[in-house]
């Protein structure tokens, strides 16, 4: 769903990515872990068409992501580390727009944000201007908006902050019923265990490049963490 | 006191240096005061000038008085917004009371550096026109030394009088539901209210007798003024030093009474609105680019500085219509003053380049991709084509100038009775600088964007983007303005027909060329930003 070959990215002289090179199969939810500054934000921005790059491809379910963004950002949403969001506007008004631009019938983005919103328990605030709302508010408006119109590939960077448990509890599960469906989900997290429990694929970024990549159950030795692994690979790398 | 001096600092690097942290932007950041201030200067010599230059020199007093008063004026219309923005709603106001700081000086940090800004804008333009007074009456060195130690306190009562009207505005519109509506129409019931004042003056076309008249009015509601500029010309220290204790005295009691009012309205305004009993009611979906467009009209319209900052030509060309309807024999008198053979068959080409000029100021493109701030990666992760996004922005501009024109144009044809085939020249020419207008501010803000900012204030009235969109389109509107008079003038004068068609070529020519970089260069420029 999501392949990203051999991605070098600079800002000014300095290059911060390195070769970046991994796929996100359908269906699968695919963890990419590493320390602050390890470029995951920058592989993410670059992933959803923030960013250009000067180097490699980036495919969306078989599209260049260069040649034909329309078409790939169709099927996929991102959820940012912080949720800048329309500040003037109310989350309702937000997330009429988000329903306008992806083609959502009324009758559909009314049940989905309503079901979205009681679940996340952000429905009552949806009339509120985002601007009173705390981050973990916004961050929950951010996912109904993520989530709304049921994305093919969902891409997330460090969706768990601010939210609260029970949200984060949610979150996840929407994330697993969506790979369910046949989508993929990539995202960044400093949550190892999360990562762990979640990821069906991890990759450790390190200085703007992957040194360790595989299925969860098989980049760790036995009796290993995510954790342990992290830890062992940032001090003996 | 470090505290406070520490936090003005803060404030001041804040204010003109904020977002600049590469060299490039550091460059365009100074490079904007530079021109920003140097817009004053010139303002001030080259207005000052003309003055003199339409004054016996046994009247060249009257000038001086009149150019401090227009100070004093600036400094009351600039001063207004930036109280409300600045001083009564700041966004910063969590972090810095979560800060272990006094209260006091919070506040204090906060008026100072509105202070410091407004005496920037008043120096650079109050000094300069000094000068050129001094230097025409050959004034003595006490009239300098007057000067600087009068200029001190002068623009205490505008700043003070600036603070108020943007405190009251600020407090009557934090209280509202719809705060930025409210806000809207107080700003532009104060502007109202200024060309109101400024018709009044200006309606009186020799500029001895303007000015005699205006003198009294000096002396009545700006004494402060008055006194200063006597005793700057006289050569005598006590008025300069009685308006220095007035100005202080006022200003000091301002402060007094006005300071706690500074973190309660801030608190209030930074509130925003809630919901009690939220329903999610049924929308009918919409197009694409409907969808866009009301996300820039909302834009515009929810901010009032950015309504004001960038529609005030559309104000103007409205009030200017108005004004030219109930007196179409000025237009008449003009003509006849500057000499011209046939005054009814340039009427219409002059009308429709007053009101192109307005059109040129308008121009809320030239801050529209900026404001997208740190929402900017909605745009950049939704799928819409950077050429639909650029069209939704150049639409409203378009939309905005469009609809008055033709409305002006329409109510000051019938009146001056044109004939219809300037109706159709007209009709062309405003379309085609409405587009003009449209793309020429993307393309400005394209090439300086600022999309790292805490205030909207700071990109509306603060950015190089604002600064070249409004001034480089305006002295674009100048240009063609003067032109159309000069050729007009001339012995062997065109047809007044002839130049405003040749004028629709230019625009034209110049609408491909912008409509072509928008679609290469500029789309290039765009996927670069973040």
Redesign the interface.
Known sequence: MLEITDLHKSFGNKEILHGISLNVEDGEIYGFIGHNGAGKTTTIRCAVGILEYEQGTIRVDGMDLEKDPISCKKIMAYLPDNPDLYENLTGAQYLEFLANIYGISSTDRQERITALGRELEIYDSLGDQIKTLSHGMKQKVAVIGAFMHQPKMLVLDEPFVGLDPKATYILKQKMKELCAGGSAVFFSSHVLEVVENLCDHVAVLKEGAIIREGRTSEIKKEGQTLEDLFLELEGHE | MNNLKELIRVQLKNLFFQSRGSKKGKKAGIGFMVLQMGLMVYLSVFYSLALYSSLPPAQYYLGIYMMSAAGALMILIIGVPYAQGFLFGFKDFDFLMSLPVRKQDVVASKITTFMILQYLYAGFFMIPAMIVYGNVSGQGAVFYLLMVLGFLSAPLVSIMISALIGLLMKNISSRMKNQ?LVSTILNILFMAAIFFFSFRMNSQSDPTRLLARTLPLIKVWMPQIYWYVSGCIDGSLLPVLASMAVSIGLFALFLYLSAPLVLKVSARSE?????K??R?H???????M??LL??EF??LF??TNYLMNMCFGIVMMIAVSVYALMNRSFLQVFLEQESFADAARIIPGLILLGIGFMGHSTCTTGVSISLE???F??L??????IRQIFLSKGLVNFVIIIVPALFCLVLLGIAFAFPWQDFLIGFVYLVLLAAFVSMYGLFINLCFPKLDFDRDIVVIKQSMASFLSIIGSMIMGIVVFFSYLSILSRQTQPEGTTILLILCSIYLFLDVLLYEYLEHEGAKTF??L?
Do not use: D
Not at chain 2, 282 to 288: P, W
Not at chain 2, 380 to 385: E, G, R, V, W, Y
């Open positions: 930025t509130q925003g609105y809630h919901v009993n939220f999610l049924s929308e009918r979906s919409q197009t694409l409907r969808t009301k996300k909302g834009r929810s901010n701030g740190k929402s990666w909605i950049k992760t939704l799928p819409i084509s996927r670069k973040s």
